[in-house]
């Protein structure tokens, strides 16, 4: 494979006995563990009553504590950040990048063995993290799950492992482009804190400037106002990944926009079936997997095309 | 000659590239193992290397010499195929770096300036991964990782972090690396810096028993002119992106000395009449004081009349010596007159 297997391999070895990699798993492990025990607790006494009483634990917030789906949310472009910032700029620091390129190996098995070792690393994170709060939460409320809450906790994850992959794309182009670790590693705090704070702000800044006496009074245009600030929104893959994850563990979810009262009049409020809920969030899935692609080519095709001199 | 067994071996694999090596006659037995035809590489406005054309026999350590920013490192990442030439041609081992770069870099061993080593993994597990990457099987890998510690006088530190290696240790660990992958051709960009004058020597013992055992080729670039002499047969002097001379240091000096030689001579009595009977042995064109000796220049071996003049006439002669150009000086011409 020109290298790729035993770049992957070696690099997965080095992620998984890193001391950054525990830390990181520590840290999601104890917020998850937290917030699904708390949920766990406030909504026992409506394990009766409830349907997909599973799906509620990662979904229910109590008091300050934020949902388990949150803490994925901030902390996930965390994990992707650390995981990558150093990895081409690392090596050429270092200078074990040319002895690297001097072996008989696609030069592109570099970037792209580092890439998957770091997704299988963030892969095997979520899925073990999840698989224990889950257990935790089977303990504590004495529920179990149905296979149709299984197959979204299952989908829950692969959104999951798309989001901090866009992050981790990020991060290597990072790394790719710039020199000093620190400097990448910022660069990557910047685009986080920019893409999950600034850009709602951005948007409702934007839609506000749309918004004139003659928009209150017509429902069309607010909408249409409301819907601009949706969309322009949805450039951050933090609100892609809300959606996505709020469709898929809440089923009784329907819609991911504003709808006027007319379109919601004799509606039965039943929990869509797993597929028709893929339906409603393709168009984000598509969104983060897109964005991941893009930044990974973006970081793929700089380093392709850097001169060795400066490796 | 254990070349014979090398060279039919191998001769089958050699076709590929558009510079095939030529294999001579019988009687030379030589292979050309890299041939660069005036090679360009400019970087940003920068010429770095311009028009080069230089050949590497096999068998042979060719010493690349000159001056820091000469162009050296670059020459040597584009033997590698780490960078493409602006323009020229590069064979090495028949395939061409930038068409066919894993070949190449299946059987040549890079040794960079700054070898470095994951620090955080042991020696042996720093090996292994550079077998790895040279798609050895596990048994193979093995056997080649043990043999190059050994060889390097590494074995009993294996299983240490090399980040607790000192320099020297380093870079025998980079030579073992360089061994593991069975290299035709090893290149090694100045691999004495820094070194104490004891893992010099090591150093330079180290290449010259591996080339013999390995039937290596080996090229060798650094501006330590000693060093240089001691275990080069071929030497190519690279000033500013240009190689201005190349062959053995016999052949640099000669080329230098121009046919001439200079004596130093030291006798008693030391006067006019010592000038008129140096001046009148045949051979002699020249006779001016350095200091507290003669300083007498030859075009044919005048020694042994010296000898016999200042003899004959029963003066003493105190001093009588060829001055042979060393690298040094050599050196110091070329970059001079550059």
């Given at each position: 494979?020109?290298?790729?297997?035993?770049?992957?391999?070696?690099?997965?070895?080095?992620?998984?006995?890193?001391?950054?990699?525990?830390?990181?798993?520590?840290?999601?492990?104890?917020?998850?563990?937290?917030?699904?025990?708390?949920?766990?607790?406030?909504?026992?006494?409506?394990?009766?009553?409830?349907?997909?009483?599973?799906?509620?634990?990662?979904?229910?917030s109590s008091g300050p504590l934020p949902p388990f789906f949150?803490?994925?949310?901030?902390?996930?472009?965390?994990?992707?950040?650390?995981?990558?910032?150093?990895?081409?700029?690392?090596?050429?620091?270092?200078?074990?990048?040319?002895?690297?390129?001097?072996?008989?190996?696609?030069?592109?098995?570099?970037?792209?063995?580092?890439?998957?070792?770091?997704?299988?690393?963030?892969?095997?994170?979520?899925?073990?993290?999840?698989?224990?709060?889950?257990?935790?939460?089977?303990?504590?409320?004495?529920?179990?799950?149905?296979?149709?809450?299984?197959?979204r906790v299952i989908a829950f994850l692969i959104v999951c492992?798309?989001?901090?992959?866009?992050?981790?794309?990020?991060?290597?182009?990072?790394?790719?482009?710039?020199?000093?670790?620190?400097?990448?590693?910022?660069?990557?705090?910047?685009?986080?804190?920019?893409?999950?704070?600034?850009?709602?702000?951005?948007?409702?800044?934007?839609?506000?400037?749309?918004?004139?006496?003659?928009?209150?009074?017509?429902?069309?245009?607010?909408?249409?106002?409301?819907?601009?600030?949706?969309?322009?929104?949805?450039?951050?893959?933090?609100?892609?990944?809300?959606?996505?994850?709020?469709?898929?563990?809440?089923?009784?979810?329907?819609?991911?926009?504003?709808?006027?009262?007319?379109?919601?009049?004799?509606?039965?409020?039943?929990?869509?079936?797993?597929?028709?809920?893929?339906?409603?969030?393709?168009?984000?899935?598509?969104?983060?997997?897109?964005l991941m692609a893009i930044c990974f080519a973006i970081a793929?095709?700089?380093?392709?095309?850097?001169?060795?001199?400066?490796? | 000659?254990?070349?014979?067994?090398?060279?039919?071996?191998?001769?089958?694999?050699?076709?590929?590239?558009?510079?095939?090596?030529?294999?001579?006659?019988?009687?030379?037995?030589?292979?050309?193992?890299?041939?660069?035809?005036?090679?360009?590489?400019?970087?940003?406005?920068?010429?770095?290397?311009?028009?080069?054309?230089?050949?590497?026999?096999?068998?042979?350590?060719?010493?690349?010499?000159?001056?820091?920013?000469?162009?050296?490192?670059?020459?040597?990442?584009?033997?590698?195929?780490?960078?493409?030439?602006?323009?020229?041609?590069?064979?090495?081992?028949?395939?061409?770096?930038?068409?066919?770069?894993?070949?190449?870099?299946?059987?040549?061993?890079?040794?960079?300036?700054?070898?470095?080593?994951?620090?955080?993994?042991?020696?042996?597990?720093?090996?292994?991964?550079?077998?790895?990457?040279?798609?050895?099987?596990?048994?193979?890998?093995?056997?080649?990782?043990?043999?190059?510690?050994?060889?390097?006088?590494?074995?009993?530190?294996?299983?240490?972090?090399?980040?607790?290696?000192?320099?020297?240790?380093?870079?025998?660990?980079?030579?073992?690396?360089?061994?593991?992958?069975?290299?035709?051709?090893?290149?090694?960009?100045?691999?004495?810096?820094?070194?104490?004058?004891?893992?010099?020597?090591?150093?330079?013992?180290?290449?010259?028993?591996?080339?013999?055992?390995?039937?290596?080729?080996?090229?060798?670039?650094?501006?330590?002119?000693?060093?240089?002499?001691?275990?080069?047969?071929?030497?190519?002097?690279?000033?500013?992106?240009?190689?201005?001379?190349?062959?053995?240091?016999?052949?640099?000096?000669?080329?230098?000395?121009?046919?001439?030689?200079?004596?130093?001579?030291?006798?008693?009595?030391?006067?006019?009449?010592?000038?008129?009977?140096?001046?009148?042995?045949?051979?002699?064109?020249?006779?001016?004081?350095?200091?507290?000796?003669?300083?007498?220049?030859?075009?044919?071996?005048?020694?042994?009349?010296?000898?016999?003049?200042?003899?004959?006439?029963?003066?003493?002669?105190?001093?009588?010596?060829?001055?042979?150009?060393?690298?040094?000086?050599?050196?110091?011409?070329?970059?001079?007159?550059?």
């Amino acid at each position: 494979m020109g290298g790729l297997f035993a770049v992957y391999r070696k690099e997965l070895a080095d992620h998984l006995g890193s001391r950054r990699f525990i830390i990181l798993f520590v840290l999601i492990l104890f917020a998850g563990l937290s917030s699904v025990y708390v949920a766990a607790q406030s909504i026992r006494d409506q394990v009766a009553n409830s349907r997909n009483v599973f799906l509620l634990m990662f979904t229910t917030s109590s008091g300050p504590l934020p949902p388990f789906f949150t803490f994925i949310s901030f902390l996930g472009p965390l994990v992707g950040l650390a995981l990558a910032f150093d990895s081409i700029n690392g090596e050429r620091n270092r200078g074990t990048l040319s002895r690297l390129l001097a072996q008989p190996i696609y030069r592109d098995a570099v970037v792209n063995g580092k890439f998957l070792a770091a997704l299988t690393t963030v892969a095997a994170m979520l899925t073990s993290i999840v698989v224990i709060v889950s257990a935790l939460g089977i303990v504590e409320l004495a529920v179990i799950p149905t296979s149709q809450e299984l197959l979204r906790v299952i989908a829950f994850l692969i959104v999951c492992i798309l989001y901090v992959g866009f992050w981790l794309a990020l991060a290597t182009t990072f790394s790719v482009l710039l020199r000093n670790t620190a400097t990448a590693a910022l660069a990557g705090i910047a685009a986080w804190i920019f893409l999950t704070f600034f850009v709602s702000m951005i948007a409702d800044a934007i839609a506000n400037a749309f918004v004139s006496a003659n928009t209150l009074l017509d429902p069309n245009a607010i909408l249409q106002v409301t819907q601009m600030r949706d969309m322009i929104a949805r450039i951050s893959p933090d609100t892609l990944f809300q959606e996505a994850t709020v469709a898929i563990l809440m089923p009784n979810i329907r819609t991911l926009g504003p709808i006027l009262i007319s379109q919601v009049v004799g509606l039965v409020p039943n929990p869509l079936p797993l597929s028709q809920s893929l339906l409603l969030i393709w168009p984000q899935v598509v969104g983060l997997l897109a964005l991941m692609a893009i930044c990974f080519a973006i970081a793929y095709v700089k380093f392709m095309t850097q001169e060795v001199r400066s490796l | 000659m254990a070349q014979a067994t090398v060279t039919s071996k191998r001769s089958t694999v050699e076709t590929q590239g558009h510079l095939a090596p030529r294999e001579q006659s019988a009687a030379s037995r030589e292979r050309i193992i890299v041939e660069t035809r005036d090679l360009v590489k400019r970087y940003e406005g920068v010429t770095a290397v311009d028009g080069l054309s230089f050949q590497l026999r096999e068998g042979e350590i060719f010493g690349l010499l000159g001056p820091n920013g000469a162009g050296k490192t670059t020459t040597i990442l584009m033997l590698m195929g780490l960078t493409e030439p602006t323009s020229g041609s590069v064979s090495v081992i028949g395939y061409d770096p930038v068409r066919q770069p894993l070949q190449v870099k299946r059987n040549v061993g890079y040794l960079p300036e700054h070898v470095a080593m994951y620090d955080d993994l042991s020696a042996q597990e720093n090996l292994y991964y550079t077998a790895d990457l040279n798609g050895l099987s596990k048994v193979e890998a093995k056997a080649r990782v043990h043999y190059a510690l050994e060889r390097v006088g590494l074995a009993e530190v294996a299983h240490k972090k090399v980040g607790t290696f000192s320099h020297g240790m380093r870079q025998r660990l980079g030579i073992a690396d360089v061994l593991v992958k069975k290299p035709r051709l090893i290149i090694l960009d100045e691999p004495t810096i820094g070194l104490d004058p004891e893992a010099v020597n090591q150093l330079l013992d180290l290449i010259l028993a591996m080339q013999k055992e390995e039937h290596l080729t080996v090229l060798l670039s650094s501006h330590q002119l000693q060093q240089v002499q001691r275990i080069c047969s071929r030497v190519g002097i690279f000033v500013k992106g240009r190689m201005i001379a190349q062959g053995s240091i016999e052949q640099l000096a000669e080329q230098l000395a121009g046919g001439k030689r200079t004596l130093e001579v030291a006798a008693q009595p030391s006067g006019s009449e010592l000038v008129a009977a140096l001046q009148s042995i045949p051979g002699v064109i020249s006779v001016e004081l350095a200091g507290d000796h003669w300083r007498v220049g030859a075009t044919e071996e005048v020694r042994p009349a010296i000898a016999r003049t200042i003899a004959e006439r029963g003066w003493s002669l105190y001093h009588l010596r060829q001055r042979d150009y060393g690298l040094e000086e050599i050196y110091l011409k070329y970059f001079q007159g550059a």
